[in-house]
């Protein structure tokens, strides 16, 4: 039976950590996962379950959490006839294998390495949030035969390993290759329904001693914080929403690129020991 007293501690993070991310997801539509990975693991640290497997926990809940919100994103953009379905079908082999291989990867791999990874791979977000032009374009259409089926892998891979959606990588790949912002956005959910799926299914069966990981936990997924999570987001959301409506989403994105920026470097800080 695990401690009341830190049961409600470990509650009260969450909700909080839901509540960002919520609020972030609405006003800027980035997704929940370049938040909720680096807020997981100062959580459960802080809650005393450290440990080399602890980023294993934190990738496998949040894309967890991932399923329920593309979906959720998926039907609300179909209604408005904004996903590519095109696009989401021939992306789709591609991006679930290299999702698998993503978590597969994951199970192997020590937390300080995962949190090196995650640490480069947000910077590079980061820094596209932050200094990336909507006029860049790497071709006029979406690539097709080698080159998709090299990319598709890589878009799931990556996304695994930082425990996020399709919106990080899914969305500047089809801006950069001409696909309308709203419909890269609303594609890119579908993405993230594709990564987030074989990947849970893989870490609900991955082996972490009971002894050092949260309590509710799945093989590497925290129920509590699943839960919290989608609870809090489903509030939280719509306010983002309304506040995106009501404030210039543009250089708020600017201040959470260099948020997103500094995460990325104390993380990498963290894994090299300084």
């Known amino acids: 039976m695990p401690d009341i007293s830190l049961l409600v501690m470990m509650l009260v993070m969450l909700m909080a950590i839901g509540a960002f991310a919520g609020v972030l997801a609405g006003l800027l539509g980035v997704g929940g996962g370049i938040v909720l990975v680096p807020a997981f693991f100062y959580a459960f640290k802080t809650l005393g379950y450290d440990s080399p497997q602890l980023m294993q926990i934190c990738l496998a809940t949040s894309l967890a959490t991932i399923i329920v919100t593309s979906v959720r994103s998926v039907l609300s953009h179909n209604k408005k006839g904004a996903v590519d379905w095109e696009i989401l079908r021939t992306w789709a082999p591609g991006i679930a294998l290299g999702a698998v291989v993503g978590m597969l990867t994951v199970a192997s791999l020590r937390s300080s390495t995962l949190q090196l990874i995650f640490g480069c791979l947000a910077l590079v977000v980061g820094l596209y949030m932050g200094l990336g032009k909507a ?88 129920l509590v914080a699943f839960g919290v999570i989608i609870a809090m987001t489903l509030i939280t959301a719509p306010l983002g929403v309304k506040l995106a409506h009501s404030l210039d989403p543009k250089p708020l994105k600017r201040v959470f690129a260099v948020f997103l920026t500094l995460v990325a470097l104390n993380m990498l800080r963290k894994a090299l020991g300084y």
């Open 135 to 222: 006029h860049w374009r790497l071709g006029q259409e979406m690539p097709k035969g080698l080159k998709r089926a090299t990319l598709s892998p890589g878009v799931g891979f990556l996304s695994v390993l930082m425990g996020i959606g399709g919106g990080s990588f899914g969305v500047p790949l089809m801006s950069l290759h001409n696909v309308p912002i709203h419909r890269a956005v609303a594609t890119a959910a579908g993405f993230g329904v594709i990564i987030a799926v074989p990947s849970v299914i893989g870490f609900l069966m991955l082996g972490i001693d009971p002894a050092v990981r949260p309590p509710f936990t799945i093989g590497a997924v925290n």
